[in-house]
């Protein structure tokens, strides 16, 4: 058995998901993952909502709100509007969890 891990590109959290990032991004890389758990691969197909960039702090700087509870309010849509979808995601986290900064340390 082969293992395999699949992301994707990590959408930033100041906006709902739409149907280009389906298209471009989701759709692509749940086909790929559906295809080698069919072959009998041991997949890990995960993703996050990117929370540490500029587009947060302009978006919350615009909405007066602190850029911790704009990213929290588009990763619970982003998160939902894939599940909604049935994206085959085993996990779906925000780069501000710790145990992203953890993972992301440890691989680096």
């Not at 992301?7 to 890389?29: D, E, F, K, M």
């Not at 749940?30 to 500029?54: P, Q, S």
Request: glycine share 6%; proline share 6%.
């Amino acid at each position: 058995m082969t293992k395999v891990l699949i992301s994707s590109a990590l959408p930033y959290a100041n906006g709902p998901c739409h149907l280009g990032h389906l298209r471009s991004t989701y759709i692509p890389a749940d086909i790929y993952a559906r295809y080698n758990r069919m072959k009998g691969n041991d997949v890990l197909f995960v993703c996050a909502t990117d929370e540490h960039g500029t587009p947060i702090a302009v978006k919350a700087e615009k909405e007066g709100k602190p850029p911790k509870e704009v990213a929290g309010r588009y990763h619970e849509m982003i998160k939902t509007d894939l599940e909604s979808c049935n994206i085959s995601l085993d996990s779906f986290t925000r780069t501000t969890d710790p145990k992203h900064y953890e993972i992301s340390q440890n691989f680096f």
